[in-house]
T-cell receptor, first 113, second 112 residues
């Protein structure tokens, strides 16, 4: 298995533009998580899915953020419109079950200028 | 919101020495996990310990859990330069929802 695959690895965009981050979890993993990592706030859970259904989106900062999981092999995190304070590394992770370790992707480093 | 608090924030040791990192948390847990993150990379799962376990080993790693004190420790024995990384504890709530809350991490530097 190639692991959790995220794209793009780096994204530089201008304030106000729409940004879409993509994630392909490990096949057979029932849970998918989106985290954001910054120096100031550390790792923050944004949203997670179980069997493609969003379970907890309480970490999504505001309505500018949305996430979807149309099928078991693909998820997107969208920011529209983007702002400089959204600059961070966004990680996707998947897990086999409730009590298993996560497998993280390599992350997307987002810079909003 | 942060659940785990790691201590120390930074640790520098010589190769061959042991490294101990501590994690404290606030609410009841189902399990506690430790992860490693090398600079510019994603996190890598190291070990999971359940709330009814007190100690667990994996290679040069030893994890302890004290639920009465709401704390855990990660010991890396005979450290190597390749162990240089940030280490995070993460807690799974007792409600067993599947989500993890990560601490701020300990940055470990192992000097050759």
């Amino acid at each position: 298995d190639a692991g959790v695959i995220q794209s793009p690895r780096h994204e530089v965009t201008e304030m106000g533009q729409e940004v879409t981050l993509r994630c392909k979890p490990i096949s057979g993993h029932d849970y998918l998580f989106w985290y954001r990592q910054t120096m100031m706030r550390g790792l923050e859970l944004l949203i997670y899915f179980n069997n493609n259904v969003p379970i907890d989106d309480s970490g999504m900062p505001e309505d500018r953020f949305s996430a979807k999981m149309p099928n078991a092999s693909f998820s997107t995190l969208k920011i529209q419109p983007s702002e400089p304070r959204d600059s961070a590394v966004y990680f996707c992770a998947s897990s086999l079950s409730r009590v298993n370790g996560y497998t993280f992707g390599s992350g997307t480093r987002l810079t909003v200028v | 919101s942060q659940q785990g608090e790691e201590d120390p924030q930074a640790l520098s040791i010589q190769e061959g020495e042991n490294a101990t990192m501590n994690c404290s948390y606030k609410t009841s847990i189902n399990n506690l996990q430790w992860y490693r993150q090398n600079s510019g990379r994603g996190l890598v799962h190291l070990i999971l310990i359940r709330s009814n376990e007190r100690e667990k080993h994996s290679g040069r790693l030893r994890v302890t859990l004290d639920t009465s004190k709401k704390s855990s420790s990660l010991l890396i024995t005979a450290s190597r330069a390749a162990d240089t990384a940030s280490y995070f504890c993460a807690t799974g709530p007792s409600s067993n929802t599947g989500k993890l809350i990560f601490g701020q991490g300990t940055t470990l530097q192992v000097k050759p």
